[in-house]
């Protein structure tokens, strides 16, 4: 998800493998493994296989993103995993953060520019329920340059400091920098610099 737009994304999607394959994240995958089932909102799902993951685990799965194309990947994969996800079409700008909705926000390599996050991230905390969970995956500044992932534009990769800042109202369970290794299809391969977060809403 970036400054594209749907009609980027929706060419992106219109192959006919998944790009990002079809197996969920390795580090949302672990986080969520960790609570026990509720609601949860997936934030630039794309073609759903974190999604479809989290519905394989008990979770009911809301899940956003503005390629038309990217649903109906998503919705035929649930099909394929019996799972039932509710996937909904829309710019995260124009997207409605109902309050005290949901037990955890996945947020997984959803790069947006800096003025949109300051409208995503206060939705983030206010959509989540006391006791939430917000499990954020993405790249970091000094991915900018590597082949292995992310969008080439410094605004749109994160830090330490934003996310700190950004979710100051939130406890941090865990936030660090690392050096990992990418497998999830073609445009993610390979050694990257990522941002992992893990907070609850108090």
């Not at 038309?68 to 700008?93: G, P």
Request: charged content about 25%; cysteine-free.
């Amino acid at each position: 998800m970036n400054d594209y737009g749907g009609e980027f994304w929706n060419n992106r999607y219109s192959a006919d493998d998944f790009i990002y394959g079809i197996k969920p994240n390795n580090f949302f995958k672990a986080s969520l493994k960790k609570s026990n089932p509720g609601k949860i909102l997936m934030l630039g799902e794309g073609e759903g296989r974190n999604a479809v993951f989290a519905a394989a685990q008990g979770w009911k799965v809301d899940a956003v993103d503005f390629s038309e194309i990217a649903k109906e990947k998503a919705l035929i994969l649930a099909k394929e995993n019996s799972v039932m996800i509710n996937y909904t079409v829309s710019n995260l700008k124009d997207f409605k953060f109902n309050p005290n909705t949901y037990d955890a926000v996945g947020y997984i390599f959803a790069h947006i520019n800096s003025s949109l996050r300051s409208i995503v991230h206060p939705g983030i905390t206010n959509t989540l329920k006391v006791g939430g969970h917000l499990i954020l995956e993405v790249f970091e500044k000094s991915q900018l340059g590597r082949t292995s992932g992310g969008p080439q534009n410094f605004d749109m990769l994160y830090s330490i400091d934003e996310l700190k800042n950004d979710f100051k109202s939130m406890k941090f369970i865990s936030l660090e920098k690392k050096e990992t290794l990418l497998d999830e299809g073609e445009p993610h391969q390979g050694k990257a610099i990522v941002v992992r977060l893990i907070a609850q809403k108090v």
